[in-house]
Nanobody, 118 residues
Framework: QVQLVESGGGLVKPGGSLRLSCAASGNRFLMNTMAWYRQPPGKQRELVATLSRAETTDYADSVKGRFTISGDGAKNTFYLQMNSLQPEDTAVYYC????????????WGQGTQVTVSS
C-alpha cells in the first residue's frame, strides 16, 4: 500500500503562485508515473500534468508555460509549481501515482483545494 499526502493548497489572488506537494509513503514500491489532476466545481476531473520515471513531463494545454511538475526521488515527493494563476484554475487538485512494483496499482491523494479569487 502507498499513502499519498498532499499539501500546499489555499486561496490566492489572480496572477499569484502556489506550490502543491504530494508525499508518498508505505512499504517499498516503485513509482512509474506521477500526475496531478484537478476537478473544477461542477466539472469532471481532468489531467493537469504528468512526470514519468524517466523524468519526462507532459501538460494540459491550459497550463503549459504556467505550471511545472517536478519530483524529489530521495523524498518520494513530487510537486506542482503553479504560476500566473487564474480564476479558472480554481479546483480541487489531486495527486496520483501509478506503481509498477511490487504490483501495478494506482493511488490517489485526498485532494487539496486551490481557489483563485480577488
Amino acid at each position: 500500500q502507498v499513502q499519498l499526502v498532499e499539501s500546499g493548497g489555499g486561496l490566492v489572488k489572480p496572477g499569484g503562485s502556489l506550490r502543491l506537494s504530494c508525499a508518498a509513503s508505505g512499504n517499498r514500491f516503485l513509482m512509474n508515473t506521477m500526475a496531478w489532476y484537478r476537478q473544477p466545481p461542477g466539472k469532471q476531473r481532468e489531467l493537469v500534468a504528468t512526470l514519468s520515471r524517466a523524468e519526462t513531463t507532459d501538460y494540459a494545454d491550459s497550463v503549459k508555460g504556467r505550471f511545472t511538475i517536478s519530483g524529489d526521488g530521495a523524498k518520494n515527493t513530487f510537486y506542482l509549481q503553479m504560476n500566473s494563476l487564474q480564476p479558472e484554475d480554481t479546483a480541487v487538485y489531486y495527486c496520483r501515482v501509478d506503481t509498477v512494483w511490487p504490483t501495478a496499482n494506482v493511488y490517489w491523494g485526498q485532494g487539496t483545494q486551490v481557489t483563485v479569487s480577488s
